[in-house]
């Protein structure tokens, strides 16, 4: 017998199992997202610092090659924000996560054209402020995540957010198979989002030698740099992370660590610099050992966490 897992976010952004695709920008194009989103997942489209235009062909794209809801991840520090929004409307795309920031006055305009709208959180301060703006479900990141991130762990936040809102809570941040899917649902979580793990999918489009230096990573080898410049960002350790790391601790002016950032996630996810070049990755890449379709991700994670709740389920007993 198979043990699938069904959860209420199934039904809201209707989709088959309960596992979203992080947006990462540079990294997820529309050849993951439809992938995902082809296997019964939520595939999302990582918008972060590209044009509008980017964008637009990106969401065209992934409608060409699936006929499945997937979504687009929107970075709020971006410069064309307004711009790329409009885009999401006029394109009718069916979800839309953000990340870095509140998204509070997009939310009606985004509602209006039906697009679910679900942000990225890493406190239960911004979890209360944004479900007043009516969106449609929260994603609680930990820190465990890579790319920008809180203070909190996943272990820690989710529980708390689930416990502070009454809209569906999507866990992320270390979750990389089925005991991260069967822990999530345990917290109150009624899904996840992993991004590391679909880094080294096989439709997704990184240079190879990124792909292998999250394969070869161990348990120690993510950092975070930027805490002082306001931007915390996790990172697999290489040559650019200990120069900032230099720069933090002689108390170099944050705009000059700000410029050293300028264009390394495009270094290393599009031109393959994995020396110079930003690998924003979670903790979780020290368990990520090959390169698989996003299909057997899928199936491997949701089949998984079906057996472990049966499972563990056998271990409350009645006295
Ligand atoms: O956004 C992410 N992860 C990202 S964005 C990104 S692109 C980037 N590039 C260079 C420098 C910085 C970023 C790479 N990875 N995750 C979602 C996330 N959002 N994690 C934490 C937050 C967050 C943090 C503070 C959301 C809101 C927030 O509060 C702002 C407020 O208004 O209170």
Not at 65 to 77: A, D, E, I, R
Not at 93 to 111: D, E, I, M, S
Not at 154 to 181: F, N
């Amino acid at each position: 017998m198979v043990l699938i897992i069904r959860t209420e976010i199934c039904d809201l952004l209707q989709i088959e199992y309960p596992v979203l695709q992080g947006g990462m920008a540079r990294v997820s194009t529309a050849e993951l997202a439809a992938a995902v989103s082809e296997a019964g997942g939520l595939g999302i489209i990582g918008a972060g610092q590209a044009s509008a235009e980017w964008v637009r062909d990106q969401v065209r794209r992934a409608k060409y090659l699936t006929s499945k809801p997937f979504g687009v991840n929107v970075m709020l520090l971006c410069p064309n924000l307004d711009e790329i929004m409009e885009v999401i409307r006029q394109e009718r795309v069916a979800v839309v996560t953000t990340g870095a920031g509140n998204p509070g006055k997009y939310v009606p305009g985004l509602k209006e054209t039906g697009t679910r709208v679900i942000p990225v959180v890493s406190s239960v301060a911004l979890a209360k402020r944004l479900i007043r703006s009516g969106v449609d479900a929260l994603i609680a990141e930990g820190m465990e995540s890579g790319g920008h991130v809180g203070e909190l762990t996943t272990m820690a936040l989710v529980p708390q957010i689930v416990d502070a809102v009454d809209v569906p809570v999507i866990a992320a941040g270390g979750i990389y198979d089925g005991r991260g899917l069967a822990a999530a649902l345990v917290l109150g979580a009624a899904g996840v989002q992993m991004g590391t793990r679909f880094m080294c999918a096989s439709e997704c489009v990184i240079p190879q030698r990124v792909k292998e230096m999250v394969i070869k990573a161990r348990d120690r080898d993510t950092i975070v740099t930027g805490r002082s410049t306001g931007h915390p960002v996790r990172v697999l350790k290489n040559k650019l992370s200990r120069l900032f790391e230099e720069m933090e601790s002689k108390c170099v002016p944050a705009e000059e660590i700000e410029r050293l950032g300028t264009g390394k996630l495009w270094a290393a996810m599009v031109d393959g610099d994995v020396e110079m070049g930003s690998v924003m990755a979670g903790q979780v890449a020290a368990m990520v050992k090959e390169i698989k379709p996003a299909r057997e991700i899928i199936r491997e994670v949701v089949q998984e966490a079906g057996k472990i709740l049966h499972d563990v389920s056998e271990m409350a007993v009645a006295r």
